[in-house]
């Protein structure tokens, strides 16, 4: 098992950038693969951003691309998530996710662990 604990959100205007941590519990930490997802308030859960186990590849949603970059640190149990050039509709809350595997997916009906979230607000 592993638990996700995500920090880094806040209040920033558009164009700003914040960095996102998701930290891991647990000494297999580097079997997992782990992915962002966000949600609005009344929308779906979407996905963001996946990385996998060794860090390589990484996937991210169309609408991110470009101005957000995930990262990890195994040695750490840690992963990031920079987001720069953010704009209103980035408002929503982050959250963490992982599964143990090698399939680095965009579903989050995959993924078997999740974070509380951390609330990203962007003002225009």
């Known amino acids: 098992q592993v638990q996700l604990v995500e920090s880094g959100g806040g209040l920033v205007q558009a164009g700003g950038s914040l960095r996102l941590s998701c930290a891991a519990s647990?000494?297999?930490?580097?079997?997992?693969?782990v992915a962002w997802f966000r949600q609005a308030p009344g929308a779906e859960r979407e996905f963001v951003s996946a990385?996998?186990?060794?860090?390589?590849?990484?996937y991210y949603a169309d609408s991110v691309k470009g101005r957000f970059t995930i990262s990890r640190d195994n040695a750490k149990n840690t992963v990031l998530l920079q987001v720069n050039s953010l704009k209103p509709e980035d408002t929503a809350v982050y959250y963490c996710a992982a599964y143990f595997g090698s399939v680095v997916s965009n579903t989050k009906e995959r993924y078997e662990y999740w974070g509380r979230g951390t609330q990203v607000t962007v003002s225009s």
């Open positions: 990385i996998s186990r060794s860090g390589v590849p990484t």
């Open positions: 647990g000494r297999t930490f580097s079997g997992y693969v």
